[in-house]
């Protein structure tokens, strides 16, 4: 089973320094260099959600970037606008979420395979695309060459390619936002959940 678990940047806001004294000192230098108080709160909610949801432990990164905690199962954070969301699986998992007002529709051309274009017709149906494209890149734990190399129509709607790799893809909206998590084998997912920012902190 997958599980998906958001916060709501807006809560972690409200609590003020009592979001940041609940964080090691690592997670806490990490989210100050942020200059932007919602960036800030961003990096501290993440580091929070993989303490709770993952479990304590020196958080390192692969060779590509990817994070990740020893012994672990494993974990993807993504954040978008309002929210910040961690997935976790048994098996290797990418997540990825995307506040559709956000999506820039000028890059298009370059971003996707021609087959894809055909389909980008507004901010929504870029945002689709644009999450299946990052989540296929957060599973395998590297980014992708270039975005325009990864054909998320190819197969079906709930699966897609990469270089002859079959990735399994479950996607869904909520509000103004498009979700996106990508694995090798069939996706489950739990009932997605959100955390009040206070039992993080407490």
């Known amino acids: 089973m997958t599980k998906v678990v958001l916060a709501d940047?807006?809560?972690?806001?409200?609590?003020?320094?009592?979001?940041?004294?609940?964080?090691?000192?690592?997670?806490?230098?990490?989210?100050?260099?942020?200059?932007?108080?919602?960036?800030?709160?961003?990096s501290?909610?993440?580091?929070?959600?993989?303490?709770k949801e993952v479990g304590d432990g020196l958080i390192r990164n692969g060779?590509?970037?990817?994070?990740?905690?020893?012994?672990?199962?494993?974990?993807?954070?993504?954040?978008?606008?309002?929210?910040?969301?961690?997935?976790?699986?048994n098996e290797e998992i990418g997540f990825d979420l995307e506040w559709i007002p956000r999506c820039d529709l000028s890059i298009a051309r370059v971003a996707f395979t021609e087959e894809e274009r055909t389909l980008i017709v507004d901010r929504g149906s870029f945002a689709y695309?644009?999450?299946?494209k990052e989540a296929v890149a957060k599973c395998l734990g590297r980014g992708i060459e270039s975005p325009s190399?990864?054909?998320?129509?190819?197969?079906?709607e709930n699966d897609c390619s990469y270089k002859g790799e079959r990735y399994f893809l479950a996607q869904?909206?909520?509000?103004?936002?498009?979700?996106?998590?990508?694995?090798?084998?069939p996706v489950t997912l739990e009932?997605?959940?959100?955390?009040?920012?206070?039992?993080?902190i407490g």
């Open 172 to 185: 869904w909206e909520q509000g103004e936002y498009v979700f996106c998590v990508a694995k090798k084998t």
């Open 129 to 132: 695309a644009w999450t299946r």
């Open 63 to 89: 060779p590509f970037g990817k994070p990740f905690i020893e012994g672990k199962a494993s974990f993807n954070v993504s954040h978008s606008q309002n929210w910040v969301g961690i997935c976790v699986d």
């Open 191 to 200: 009932p997605i959940s959100v955390v009040d920012v206070a039992s993080l």
């Open 9 to 42: 940047v807006q809560d972690g806001v409200t609590k003020g320094e009592a979001l940041f004294s609940a964080l090691d000192d690592v997670a806490r230098q990490k989210a100050l260099r942020y200059l932007r108080k919602e960036d800030q709160v961003r």
């Open 44 to 51: 501290a909610l993440a580091s929070l959600l993989i303490r």
């Open 149 to 156: 190399s990864v054909g998320v129509s190819s197969l079906n």
